[in-house]
């Protein structure tokens, strides 16, 4: 009874839920097409490439916190790239044969918006060897508001 459809909500659904129309209304054509329609930016021409500022990178369609500027890597692939999800609750995976690869695909988990993909064993030199290799537009960076440490 209760708990039967309190399971299927939770396999369902994502916390937050937009119609198509919303998603439109609220994304630029370049936001929308990445995030909602799996889009990739061309390379290097992102907001964050090469950021290096303190903070946290959040969900450009819902502001989930994704990534924490620690865990951003010089991959020089010409996306932001990570070696880890801020949690694994944050991001969702799912499969990606498009295009003659067999990739992994990585969307918000709040709200299945699209923001890159992940690869493993490429060699470099991070804790976890992989590239979760994320498209600028898709998230947002909230600089960190502490003061400026050690003088
Ligand atoms: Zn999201």
Known sequence: MGLERRRTLECMGYAVEKSDDEWRAELSKAE?????????????????TDTKTTGVYRCRACSAELFRSDTKFDSHCGWPSFYAPLAEDRVEYIEDRSMGMKRVEVRCAACGSHLGHVFEGEGYGTPTDQRYCINSISMVLEPAQEPAQGS
């Open 32 to 48: 929308y097409d990445v995030l909602r329609r799996a889009g990739t930016e061309r390379a290097h021409t992102g907001e964050y």
